[in-house]
């Protein structure tokens, strides 16, 4: 369970928390790491619950809008707006996209 830890090891990890906390204050230290690894299980479990919930949906939406005729996949909709889109939108590019070179500063 502990590796490569013995009885010994842990004895003297034991007497060293002991010195540290005090005898008193064990057992709010155990609650503390308890509620902590109980929380830390819960957000697990709720995470692939989401991650569960997001594949089901992803699945419907596949389900409900099957590709089209003669394609091996659905449309990609940035693509179908272009294709859509006048001509001179589609030259248009968002301020968001443009990538801007970060300035450079001279080495001393």
Do not use: C, W, Y
Not at 65 to 74: D, E, F
Not at 75 to 100: G, H, M
């Amino acid at each position: 369970m502990f590796g490569s830890l013995g009885i010994t090891e842990l004895v003297l990890i034991l007497i060293i928390v002991l010195i540290i906390f005090g005898a008193g204050k064990l057992p709010q230290l155990g609650e503390g790491v308890g509620k902590a690894i109980k929380g830390f299980k819960k957000s697990v479990h709720e995470a692939d619950a989401i991650e569960a919930e997001a594949q089901a949906q992803a699945a419907e939406q596949t389900q409900a809008h099957p590709p089209m005729a003669g394609q091996g996949q659905a449309p990609d909709p940035n693509k179908v707006a272009l294709q859509i889109a006048p001509a001179s939108e589609k030259a248009a590019v968002p301020s968001e996209q443009v990538a801007r070179p970060e300035p450079v500063q001279p080495s001393r």
